[in-house]
């Protein structure tokens, strides 16, 4: 486990719009853009997430395609993240302004699994 650092650079991210959800066959990819180009960026998954509602129950989660029905993380696009939190060294989490939250894990002891690149800067691979 790389594990999370404590003072990873998600300030970025808050007040920024989730515009767009990328699924690839090993990543999902999260793209942010900020307010007149200030703020944003990207963030990629290659482990663990999951996304809960504002009552905190599970509405999707990392699961392999091959067992997978459908994706419903689609709901996030358009809403804005609203505050962070770093669980060093398990996860960090976003909170958007509809309630619901989005938590990203390092879960691999041997691979990376996540990144986060916030606009302007350079990627921290965790």
Do not use: K, N
């Amino acid at each position: 486990m790389h594990g999370v650092p404590a003072d990873l650079p998600l300030a970025g991210f808050v007040g920024c719009t989730l515009d767009q959800v990328c699924i690839g066959q090993h990543q999902l990819q999260f793209h942010f853009s900020g307010e007149r180009g200030v703020g944003g960026g990207r963030i990629s998954v290659e482990g663990g997430w999951q996304a809960q509602d504002a009552a905190g129950a599970l509405f999707d989660g990392f699961q392999e395609h091959s067992v997978r029905q459908q994706y419903r993380i689609h709901t996030l696009l358009g809403r804005t993240v609203i505050e962070f939190s770093i669980d060093a060294p398990r996860s960090f989490q976003l909170a958007f302004d509809s309630g619901d939250r989005l938590t990203i894990y390092d879960d691999s002891e041997r691979y990376e699994s996540f990144s986060v690149a916030p606009a302007g800067a350079e990627a921290i691979y965790v």
